[in-house]
């Protein structure tokens, strides 16, 4: 009985242990994102770029966008579709330093290689970005395409995030008060259709996406995702 008494406290001292190295090992996560959506409006490029933009904006400091000229184009009777494009994996089949130094670093990354959203034919591209120091660094890209029955906008996110450690419980507090990576990232896709909905009048079909969004563009349809 007085062995036994002393192994039970030890086999909770033991599994204590091993919740709490648990929750501070250090962990490194890259995650992707990406959702899809159809607005049917006769409304001009200039109205749903602009509504896109400040939309994006509203969730963002750093952002870059590009608007470019559709000279001698014809309006599509089907949208384009953006691509995922593996920056890391090209310059790494490279021979130049950059190649190497990308190889290098994706190594360190578990492997994982720098990846970008490639949007051929779009009227409009934004990347945004935002850096929490010790927390995350995300990445996320817009591409608006025009067709005959209105706009297709494809919304791609990249992002690593860091977890775990003594810094943990300061990460949980700040993600209690301004949301996790994976709740801003939806926070932005969403509030950047709700202006394109609102400027327009039309409403946001969400065709495909993955993961699924927690909340959706008001008076969404939802497709297979």
């Given amino acids: 009985m007085r062995k036994l008494a002393f192994i039970v406290p030890a086999f909770a001292i033991l599994a204590g242990c091993a919740t709490g190295n648990s929750y501070l090992a250090n962990r490194s996560t890259t995650v992707e994102m990406y959702h899809i959506f159809d607005i049917k409006t006769k409304a001009s490029t200039g ?21 470019p000229l559709q000279m001698g184009k014809t309006v599509p009777v089907e949208p384009g579709r953006f691509v995922i494009e593996d920056i890391g994996a090209k310059l790494a089949g490279s021979n130049t330093g950059m190649g190497a130094m990308m190889q290098m670093a994706a190594m360190q990354n578990g492997g994982v290689s720098m990846k970008a959203a490639k949007c051929d034919d779009a009227v409009w591209t934004s990347r945004a970005q935002r850096s929490v120091a010790g927390s995350s660094n995300l990445t996320l890209y817009s591409c608006l395409y025009k067709y005959q ?8 996110a990249v992002f690593n995030k860091t977890e775990g450690g003594l810094y943990q419980v300061s990460r949980d507090i700040a993600n209690s008060l301004v949301g996790t990576p994976e709740q801003w990232v939806n926070k932005t896709i969403l509030d950047t259709v709700h ?24 008076g969404a349809l939802v497709g297979k995702s």
């Avoid at 933009?53 to 952002?63: R, V």
């Avoid at 029955?149 to 791609?156: E, I, K, N, S, V």
């Avoid at 202006?195 to 008001?218: D, F, H, M, N």
């Fill in 47 to 67: 109205v749903v770029v602009k509504a896109a933009a400040d939309g994006l904006a509203q969730n963002t400091s750093d952002i870059h966008q590009v608007t």
């Fill in 149 to 156: 029955a209105g706009y297709r906008l494809d919304t791609y």
């Fill in 195 to 218: 202006a394109i909905e609102k400027a327009t009048g039309a409403k946001a079909v969400r065709l495909e996406g993955q993961p699924e969004l927690t909340e959706l563009p008001s």
